[in-house]
């Protein structure tokens, strides 16, 4: 089977001469669809970095990312448009949940498929039904910032999946909340990428979140460091059962 | 899903009250615009009033609105008989100043022959002057109420009837009183000038061996002729071509006649083309101020948004859709604003000491315009949200 997500030999490197900052050193991954990898490491050993170059907001010095068997950026340059395929193909998960204040929690969520051409009565009504799947249902029509932090991060979570994107990335998602609100979205974004087959990275540094993962990469100096399975997929399943 | 509008929902407050700020800004445009239309209109008013086809002023002058022009009162006895002239009368204007108790009050007098053009042209309150003399019809933005007694030199009027609806071109309450007042007031001199004039006559008799059978004081009447006018009205009759007629009183060389067309683009040229170019430029520099204004508001905005258009980006928004976003909301601000200024000016257009005229075709090009200011103040706004670096969105944690 062809991984959804390749990330091949790829290079990230800062500034230059002597400023130079070699941030990814020839780093490959691989992820195939509804697999859920972590990405662990210490700070500044490049995950998150990884993870901007394979989502094309910061597209790496050298290196391919392919996506879905096709190569959308090759040595720095992007061959596709990079926020069409964002939008249509990915779901991102911030550690500060990056919800756009001034739009409801309905309408961040419906946002992504708005921009997708889907009518917004549409858009609402999938959003909605997302919503209420995710216990935010009663929460639809106030403004992120009034929401407690777990919520927010399962809005956040809501906004990358409502698009059944081909892959999730997710940052650091429980960095900025409690371990047992963390655990739960953990398990939300495994549930929910598993149902929808997703490819799904998330960088952690948490070791007691890695449940139901069934990969970890290690990453040092730059370096991805070879997966290591955490689970086998049969136990996966019986997870989700 | 339209983000601006969504936007400006979320901070309503603050969007209402920099609309309210760029709307008294606006405002400040409009009464502009407001004065100096304010300006033609009662600076026309006492030319169109009248009712005359055509002003008899004095030869090279541009009639008593420009420049002093006198003319002889009885004048409009030969313009009468000029034909195609169906009535002509003499008029005297002056621009004078008399205090009641301790309040000084301007106001343009003008004399008219009662039986004859360039009285008020509408008495609303009271009754026009029927005596020829010592009676008065005063603007009522003058405020005086009818039966006062107005000393003006050694006249005293009491107004009898209220007119409105005309002012001088300085914006002046008009008096109308009969052309016989009118003259004394202009054309008589005062007492220590009137003795002067003896003197020196009775010098010159004195000097003058073939006027010296003459006695001085039977020549004081010549020296004070007050049968002046400042210009003399004309009505034409129903068909008569008013080239032809002016054309005819020219001939005789003492005199220019200007039609009514030509004595209100003297005014507008020589009187008030000043002010007009003088409103123009404060309404472009405000304009100027204005998109500086609206430019760094937007760019304010858009600055406090770094990091949701930066998130936007990263779920994939279009460029559009950002433009848009900034877009929609700086022609919204200037739209909100303009009509923000237009509700205040409109409520309050009346209590300023000038008359200010809001015209509905001005008001349409200013919105145009403040529409086309938006428009260019967002693109500083437009340029740093596409410069947004959509990392700006992620955590460098790791």
């Known amino acids: 089977m062809m991984p959804t997500i390749v990330g091949d030999h790829v290079t990230k490197v800062f500034g230059r001469g002597e400023t130079e900052v070699v941030a990814l050193n020839d780093a490959s991954i691989a992820v195939d669809a509804g697999e859920l990898v972590a990405l662990m490491g210490p700070s500044g050993s490049g995950k998150t970095t990884l993870l901007r170059a394979l989502s094309l907001i910061d597209p790496p010095t050298r290196g391919r990312i392919v996506l879905d068997g096709r190569i959308v950026c090759e040595d720095g340059r992007v061959l596709v448009d990079d926020r069409r395929l964002r939008r249509e193909r990915m779901g991102i998960i911030f550690q500060s949940y990056n919800l756009i204040p001034f739009l409801t929690a309905i309408e961040n969520v419906a946002l992504v498929l708005t921009l997708n051409g889907v009518p917004l009565r549409d858009a609402r009504r999938r959003a909605r039904a997302l919503l209420d799947r995710l216990d935010l249902g009663?929460?639809?029509?106030?403004?992120?910032?009034?929401?407690?932090?777990?919520?927010?991060?399962?809005?956040?979570?809501?906004r990358a999946v409502?698009?059944?994107p081909a892959v999730i990335l997710a940052d650091e998602p429980t960095g900025a909340l409690d371990t047992e609100r963390g655990k739960a979205v953990m398990d939300l974004l495994r549930r929910l990428g598993r149902e929808r087959e997703a490819a799904?990275?998330?960088?952690?540094?948490?070791?007691?979140?890695?449940?139901?993962?069934?990969r970890v990469y290690r990453m040092t100096d730059g370096r991805v460091g070879p997966g290591e399975r955490i689970r086998r997929p049969v136990e996966a399943e019986a997870l989700v059962s | 899903m339209n983000l601006a509008l969504r936007d400006v929902r979320y901070r309503l407050g603050r969007f209402l009250l920099t609309a309210l700020g760029l709307g008294l800004l606006l405002a400040s445009v409009m009464t502009m615009g407001g004065v100096y239309q304010g300006l033609v209109i009662e600076a026309l008013s006492i030319v169109r009033a009248s009712g005359a086809d055509l002003w008899v002023v004095q030869k090279n002058t541009n009639g008593p609105f420009a420049e002093t022009s006198r003319v002889p009162d009885d004048l409009y006895r030969v313009i009468r008989a000029v034909p195609g002239v169906r009535e002509a009368s003499p008029v005297a204007f002056q621009s004078l100043q008399f205090r009641l108790g301790a309040k000084p009050f301007r106001v343009q007098l003008i004399g008219y022959r009662l039986a004859g053009l360039g009285g008020p042209p509408a008495v609303v309150a009271g009754r026009p002057i029927v005596q020829s003399r010592y009676e008065m019809v005063i603007g009522r933005d003058a405020r005086l109420p009818l039966g006062t007694e107005v000393r003006i030199g050694r006249l005293v009027f009491r107004i009898v009837g209220l007119t409105q609806g005309i002012v001088s071109s300085a914006g002046d309450p008009v008096a109308f009183v009969s052309l016989q007042d009118a003259q004394e007031i202009q054309f008589s001199k005062a007492n220590e000038a009137v003795r002067n004039d003896r003197a020196r006559l009775e010098a010159d008799v004195r000097a003058n061996p073939v006027l010296a059978t003459v006695r001085p004081d039977a020549l004081a009447p010549i020296v004070q002729n007050t049968h002046l006018a400042n210009a003399i009205l004309v009505r034409l009759e129903p068909g008569a071509d008013p080239p032809a007629v002016q054309a005819h009183i020219e001939r005789w060389n003492y005199y220019r006649a200007l039609t009514a067309a030509q004595q209100e683009e003297v005014l507008a040229k020589s009187?008030?083309?000043?002010?007009r170019q003088q409103t123009l430029l404060m309404r472009a520099i405000l304009l100027v101020v204005s998109t500086v204004i609206i430019a760094l508001i937007i760019y304010t905005m858009t600055l406090e948004k770094t990091r949701d258009i930066a998130t936007l980006k990263v779920v994939g928004t279009p460029d559009r859709t950002i433009a848009a976003l900034i877009l929609q909301e700086a022609v919204a601000l200037g739209l909100v604003g303009f009509a923000l200024g237009a509700v205040l000016i409109g409520r309050t257009y009346q209590y300023f000491p000038r008359r200010v005229v809001i015209v509905a075709s001005d008001q349409y090009i200013l919105l145009g315009i403040v529409t086309g200011i938006c428009v260019l103040a967002s693109l500083l706004g437009i340029s740093k949200a596409l410069h947004v670096d959509p990392t700006t969105a992620l955590g460098g944690g790791g």
């Open chain 1, 138 to 158: 009663h929460r639809a029509d106030v403004h992120p910032p009034t929401l407690s932090g777990g919520e927010q991060q399962r809005l956040a979570v809501a």
């Open chain 1, 162 to 164: 409502i698009n059944d």
């Open chain 1, 200 to 214: 799904v990275i998330v960088v952690t540094h948490d070791d007691r979140m890695l449940e139901g993962f069934d």
């Open chain 2, 271 to 275: 009187v008030i083309e000043r002010g």
